[in-house]
Each structure stands twice: as C-alpha cells, then as structure tokens.
C-alpha cells in the first residue's frame, strides 16, 4: 500500500501595498511599477524548486500573504493556483485564503479572485471608526471597509477581518462600541491584535517622540482579557492569542503553523519548515523583492538560507508555536513531534513553578491559562531561559 501522503500547507508572500502603513514592520513595499509576467515566472520557479522534497505531502491549504495579495492581478492569482493543482494533490476541503485591503481597486477584484479559487478572504480592516483608520495611517475610509465586507459577504464563504485594538485613548466603552458593530458584520471569524510598536516604523519614532501615549500593561492586559471574555460570550471563542472563530470555522493555514507541522513559503523573505531526511529544515527566501526575484532568475530558486533544526531550537520552536494556541499540547504530541520527551527537555519544575502561578495546567496536555497567554512572552521565556 502506498504511504499516506502527508498535509502541507503553502503559502505565498505578495510583498507589495500601495502605500506603507506607520505601524507596519511587515516585509511589504511600495513600487511604482511591477512587471507582473518576471513576478509570475518567479513565483512559478520558487515554487517547481520544491518539487523533489515534497511529493510525499498533499496540499491541506494555501495562503497568499503580504504585503497586500490582493493586488495582484486574479489571472496571476489563477496560474499559480493551476501550477499548485498540477504539482500536488490537494486535500478535498482545501483552504485559500487571500489577505485583502478594503480599498476600491480591490474590491473590485472580489468576484475574479473568488472564480480564480480563492475560498477564503481575510480583509485588512482594523478599525470601524473613522478618527481611528487616520490614526492608524490607512487609505481606506470607513464606508469602504463596509463596502468590501459586503460584497465579500456575496463572494467568499469563508471570511474574516482583522481588527487593531488598545489603541492610544482608547477606552473599553469605545471597543466595546467597535467590537458590537463588529460581530454584526462578521462572518465566521475575527483577528483582534493589540497594537504593538515595533522598531523601525514611523510609529517608533512618534511614539518615542511623545506624538501618543500607549496604554500601560496593565490597560492592555485588562483589554486582551475583556476581550477574550466578551468573545468567548458572543460564540466566538479564541483559539489562538488573537484569533476567534465559531467552532470548527478556526484558519486552518494558520492552526498548521501552530501545530508545528511542515508548510512551504514562496515569494521574498518566505519561511518554510519541512522535513526532508527526517531531519525538520528551516528555509527561507531572500527578503528584499529585488534580490530575490534576481536570485531566482539566476538560480531557478529564492532561497536564502537553510538551517536544520534539532535539539533545544526544536523544543524551542514547538513550544513557541504550540503554546499560542488554546488548546495546549500533549505530551505524546511533543514527543511524536521532537522526538524527546517534554521533562528531559526541560525541567518539571518550571511548569510546575508557572502552574502555582496559575499561568498553565499540566495533565497528560500542558494548557496555557488565560494570564498564561496573556504573558507568553515571559513565560516562554522562563522555560526556554537556558541551554538543556
Ligand atoms: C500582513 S498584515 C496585513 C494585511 C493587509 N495588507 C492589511 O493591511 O490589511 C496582517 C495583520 O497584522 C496586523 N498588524 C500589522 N502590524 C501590526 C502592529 N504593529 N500591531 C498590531 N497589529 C498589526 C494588522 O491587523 C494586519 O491586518
Ligand atoms: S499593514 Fe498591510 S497595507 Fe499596511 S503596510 Fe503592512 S502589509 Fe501593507
């Protein structure tokens, strides 16, 4: 009998927006032009480079990120979907998901992405209220983020938006406003993110500047909890830090990442994990989109770098990734993933110590409470805090 094959997800980076948002560190880029026929022979070869690794693997999702996917053209979003079918078999219930901005040009491309296959629409809203869009640098107007969840509503079945929360003088009266409006809106699923300030970005510099105040942690912790609660109520439960869904209608592209199964990227600065030789190889593509489309003209392929991962950074990306999510891990999850066992890893202990502070459980399956998530941060960082 033949192996079974096992699921792979893809995903595909756009790294182009027309216009860079202030708080955005993204790998996302404005261009004045864009030869869109090298971006599709590109594309085309970064993804045939797989092809010797990965026969063994069935496609369980796609997902075209950015940058603002988009914007590329349906008949080019159409040719790599038709590349990926003849490369791969693909799993009956396949999930595509395209990262889209409510702006007009996009919206008008809706119906063509939905013909090219995409099943599954994720809308860059981040604020329903006008003062805040401004705040948040965006070209869209609160009547065109209406507008795209509408007619998404009559293309997509599947469809979320994202949301951006704890903004400065935010209060939770006035998310509480935004977030009802919100669930009359949404499909079946939602992102919220905190605002966070990365370096880098215009929003770095304002905010050193003293332009705005962020909430302090405590504010932001008092939102992140309100928010999960009031979610959880209204039958949108969070399965991950930032994501919630009604049952079952949880991103699988996204849940694959999460369970630390193998997924493929293609396009500048795309990340991959794929075991090749039972050994878990992390890839990853030239990040400037020039670089990389030269190097892929030159070389047939885009990558940058290729690091095998073993040992501690195993257990390390496992618990990194694994932990975000709400259901926590078994310990034969992690065994049948790492190939160890949890407590060698790491020290009893630890957990034992973060479970007297009521940050996760520990049964046969390590759970992160509410506060746990809230404080991922440290609290990887105290299990992870030194070499095994
Ligand atoms: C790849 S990005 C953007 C997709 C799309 N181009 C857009 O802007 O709508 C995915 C999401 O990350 C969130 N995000 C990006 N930077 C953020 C930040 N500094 N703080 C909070 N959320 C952020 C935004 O909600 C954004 O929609
Ligand atoms: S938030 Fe989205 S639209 Fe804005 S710069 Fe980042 S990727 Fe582009």
New binding site residues.
């Given amino acids: 009998m033949l192996p079974l094959k096992k699921p792979l997800a893809l995903y595909i980076h756009w790294p182009f ?1 027309l216009s860079k ?1 202030p ?4 790998n ?1 880029h404005v261009r004045e032009s864009i030869d869109i026929d090298l971006w599709k022979k590109a594309l085309l070869a970064d993804l045939q480079s797989f092809a010797a690794h990965t026969e063994n693997f069935k496609v369980s999702s796609i997902f075209f ?4 996917p988009s914007l590329m053209p349906p008949p080019l979003v159409e040719s790599l979907l038709k590349a990926i079918a003849a490369q791969y078999t693909l799993s009956s219930h396949v999930e595509i998901t395209l ?3 409510p702006t007009s040009v996009e919206i008008d491309n809706f119906q063509a992405l939905s013909s090219a296959g995409i099943n599954r629409l ?3 809203v ?1 604020s329903l209220n006008a003062k805040d869009l401004k705040f948040l640098g965006r070209t869209h107007s609160l009547e065109d983020a209406l507008r795209a969840i509408h007619i998404s509503d009559q293309f997509f079945k599947r469809r979320s938006f ?3 929360y704890t903004l400065p003088g935010q209060s939770i009266d006035m998310w509480q406003t935004e977030l009802e409006k919100a669930l009359g809106l949404a499909g079946d699923h939602l ?1 919220l ?6 370096q880098g ?1 215009p ?1 770095y510099l304002a905010h050193h500047r003293g332009d705005f105040q962020m909430a302090s942690e405590d504010i932001s912790d008092t939102f992140f909890e309100w928010t999960h609660g009031f979610m959880k109520d209204r039958g949108y439960p969070a399965y991950e830090v930032s994501n919630f869904a009604k049952p079952g209608q949880e991103c699988q592209h996204n849940k694959h990442y999460w369970f630390y199964d193998d997924y493929i990227g293609i396009g500048p600065g795309a990340h991959s994990r794929l075991t090749i030789d039972g050994k878990k190889h992390a890839l990853r593509r030239h990040r400037s989109p020039e670089e990389w489309l030269k190097i892929v003209e030159d070389r047939g392929n885009g990558m940058h770098k290729d690091v095998i991962i073993e040992g501690h950074t195993l257990v390390e990306e496992y618990l990194m990734m694994r932990m975000r999510l709400v259901e926590g891990f078994s310990l034969e999850a992690f065994l049948e993933k790492t190939g160890q066992n949890l407590f060698d890893c790491i020290p009893e202990q630890r957990f034992r110590a973060l479970e007297t502070e009521g940050l996760l459980t520990i049964n046969n399956t390590i759970t992160p409470t509410f506060s746990g998530l809230k404080k991922l941060n440290a609290l990887l960082g105290f299990l992870l805090k030194e070499k095994i």
């Fill in positions: 927006c948002c708080y955005c560190d993204f996302s990120g950015g940058g603002t990262e889209a901005n994720s809308l860059g981040q994202d949301l951006i992102s993110y905190q605002l966070t300030i990365e970005t929003f």
